[in-house]
Structure formats: C-alpha cells, structure tokens
DNA sequence: CTTTCAAATGTTATATTATTACATAGTGTT
DNA sequence: AACACTATGTAATAATATAACATTTGAAAG
C-alpha cells in the first residue's frame, strides 16, 4: 500500500518550519511561522528564512508570491517542484494549488519567439472561487 | 498618423511615477523610484506606492512579483490589463513580458475543475535568455 | 461662481518582509 | 583526526509596504 515517503532527511528547523506549513490549510508567512515556533526555540528571522529556502529548493513547499506566504506542495510528494500553479480567490483569500495535466503541459512546452527556453514558471490565477461567487 | 495616444490623464505624481517606469530598460523598485523623485518633490513612500497603485490600476504598469518591481506595459497602450506574462532571465535578470495570443488565449479560457473562473493571472517564467544561454 | 464630493497630495510614523555578517556546532566522509 | 559541507544561533539592519490623519486640488452640479 502506497504510504507517504519517508520525509526525506529534513534538519530540525526545517521539520519544524515544515510541519507548521503542511498542518496549515492556508499559506502562512514567515513572521507567523516565527511567532509559532518561539517555543521551539527558533527566535530569529534567518532561522526561518534558510529553513523556507531549503524547503523550496526541495520542492516541499512554494511561495506564493502575490502574497509573500508560503503553502506545502500538495501536488506531488517530494518532488523537486519547478512548476507552479495556484488559484486565488479574491474574497476569501484562499490559495489552491492547481494541479492540471493539461495547463502543466501547456506551460512547460511553451516557447516564445524570443528564442527562451523556459524550465520553470510561477502562475497566479485570481477569480472568485465557488463559494464567494454566489454571495 | 497613429500617433500614441495622449496620455490618459495622470496625476502629477502619477505622471512623475510612470515616466521613470517606462524609461527603465529594467524593472523598478519603489524605493529606487522613490530615490529618483525626491528632486521632483516626491518625498515619501506613500506617494510612490498610491502613484503605483493606480497606474497598476489602469494598467499602464505591472508588478513583477517574484521582483517586487514594477515595468511599464508594452503590449497594449492604455489598456486595463489583467492578464500578464512575463519571461525572466535567471542569470542577467532580464524581464520581458510575453505577448503571445496563444498563450493569453489558453490561459484567458482556462477553468479548472474547482469551479472557479479566472478573471486575471499573472504568470512568471524563469529561463535563460539568448544571451546568457550561450555562455 | 460657489458648493460639493471624490481623488490626489503631504507628512509622520510604523508595520512587515527579508538579508548581512559573523561565530559556532553538527555530520559525514576519507 | 582532518576536512568539507551543511546547519544553527544571534545581533543588527536593510528593504518593502501601509496606517493614519490633515490638507489641497479639480471637476461636476447647482
């Protein structure tokens, strides 16, 4: 039975850094993941910040840029993640990770005139989502 | 003649603002505008941000969020513009926003099956330009 | 022309996000 | 043990952005 992978080798700030992320159901920032893990004994900000950039460069969470927030990868289990895609509702806030062959595919294929060859990309879709449209 | 199309009645501080952007072969930070305006009397960060703000409003400029910077928009004079795209080089920085009708079609007429429906996106793509791609 | 209202401005202070710099400690080799 | 590499701890500060409030401007309506 196809149980989650072993979390892969993380240090102790950046277990603790992702375990506040990952229980989160929305993207959390970084002063917030600070003031959560006080008790743990993380008190300054570059504790954090090299436990996020670590996190990020294993694909285990992502950045939400229009929102300086970050959020776990849910798309893929430890994968290193270089394509990212969110939905972002207006109203209520609520960040999605958008997983679709078909954009993925999409995206990753493109190329433009310009001769760039593109091996990563960030989308922010933002609309309503389907709670907030009907009120 | 088509001459470019007056100015659509900026401020003066919005006028002051949007002339650094769009002569900037680069994206610009605030504070690097802020800086650059202090001679025209602009002397605090409120002002830059609210000239921001709305020229982003009527889409005479983007924000580059993975660069917390801000690009005048070439693609269409004068248009309020919510879908934008853009190609960064990941070695010279090198920002170009992506005109493609491909591109804008696809994404403009994406839904995914949450059932939301997408009024704007911005999308970042990361790459090698030409240029640095031969070195 | 003057009243009115919304938009824009000026100003001070402060909040939020992120990095630099440097010292120390752990971990896995050879 | 010696080495290199990664991670940690800590203090200070840089960079980005907003809040709050007073004032001014400019266009539209009466």
């Known amino acids: ?67 300086n927030a970050f959020v776990a990868c849910k798309s893929s289990n430890c994968e290193i993640s270089k394509a990212t895609a969110f939905s972002i509702c207006e109203i209520c806030e609520k960040v999605t990770e958008i997983a679709n062959n078909k954009l993925s595919n999409f995206l990753n294929s493109f190329e433009d005139k310009s001769g760039m060859k593109y091996k990563k990309y960030n989308l922010e879709f933002f609309g309503l989502c389907k709670k907030c449209k009907k009120t």
């Open 1 to 67: 039975m196809a149980k989650m992978q072993k979390e892969y080798n993380l240090s102790k700030n950046q277990q603790i850094v992702f375990d506040i992320i990952e229980k989160s159901s929305e993207p959390v920032k970084a002063y917030s993941i600070l003031f959560n893990v006080k008790k743990k004994g993380i008190k300054a900000p570059p504790q954090v910040y090299r436990a996020l950039e670590k996190l990020i460069k294993l694909g285990k969470i992502h950045k939400v840029e229009s929102k």
